[in-house]
């Protein structure tokens, strides 16, 4: 059984920087992404990444502000948050599935996160 457990989430300021973890437990697994759901907003798409990490994706609200990681051998995949703005403010969820491509719609995604809150002050 696959389980997913975010953390790193906070209440920073505009212009802040935080790094999400999402620890994987299970069998291995290739595609996994970042999204995020907004109060009274329907989840949106992040980040994602292959297994190897050659291959990323962007949302571009976020292109150039964060950078999605993952470190196999920890079965860990990151977000590095930076130059954070307060429509950042959200509830990050990850997500990972089997297959090798990349990914970027939710509904192709098997496994889901409890998410990790980010609260971000102007």
């Known amino acids: 059984q696959v389980q997913l457990v975010e953390s790193g989430g906070g209440l920073v300021q505009a212009g802040d920087s935080l790094r999400l973890s999402c620890a994987a437990s299970?069998?291995?697994?290739?595609?996994m992404a970042w999204f995020r759901q907004a109060p009274g907003k329907e989840r949106e798409f992040v980040a994602a990444?292959?297994?190897?990490?050659?291959?990323?994706y962007y949302a571009d609200s976020v292109k150039g502000r964060f950078t999605i990681s993952r470190d196999n051998a920890k079965n860990t995949v990151y977000l590095q948050m930076n130059s954070l703005k307060p429509e950042d403010t959200a509830v990050y969820y990850c997500?990972?599935?089997?297959?090798?491509?990349?990914?970027?719609?939710?509904?192709?995604?098997?496994?889901w996160g409890q998410g990790t809150q980010v609260t971000v002050s102007s």
């Open positions: 997500a990972a599935d089997y297959t090798r491509a990349l990914l970027i719609f939710a509904r192709n995604y098997d496994f």
């Open positions: 299970g069998r291995t697994l290739y595609s």
């Open positions: 990444i292959t297994w190897s990490g050659g291959n990323t």
